[in-house]
Structures are given as structure tokens and as C-alpha cells.
């Protein structure tokens, strides 16, 4: 099920976070996280079918689980 999917990559970095602990990737997944925050949340803004409107809201927020991992809170996602 594609829900499973969506969830079962951030279920992957929480659990191998202290494998992450490279700067530089924790910088790229900051900016990759901040990025996908701010276009699903402007694109569910302009979006009509409520479909649309709830996977991009939820991609906004598997964003801000990604930019809470990049900045060392693992708990807190």
C-alpha cells in the first residue's frame, strides 16, 4: 500500500539515525526537507480535489519529520 511506503522511509532514517550523523548529509536532508515542506504546503494551496489536498498535506509533514531528523531530535519525530 503506497501509505506504507510513504511512512516506511522515515520510519528507516529515525531508526538508522545514529548511522547519519555526517554533517553534510544532515545539511542536504535539512534543505531537501525545508524544500518539500514549502512546495507541498504552496502546491495544497492552489490544489481543488481533496485527494490531492491530503497527500500533499502529507507530504508537508513527512518534510517536517525529515527537518526535525536533520537536526538531531530523533525522539521529537
Known sequence: HSSTLVTAGVYLLIRFNMLLLDMMFLKILLVLSSLTMFMAGISANY???????????????????MSILSMGLPDLA
Do not use: Y
Not at 49 to 65: C, E, N, P, V
Open 47 to 65: 490544489e481543488f480535489d481533496l485527494k490531492k489536498i491530503i497527500a500533499l498535506s502529507t507530504l508537508s509533514q513527512l518534510g517536517l519529520m
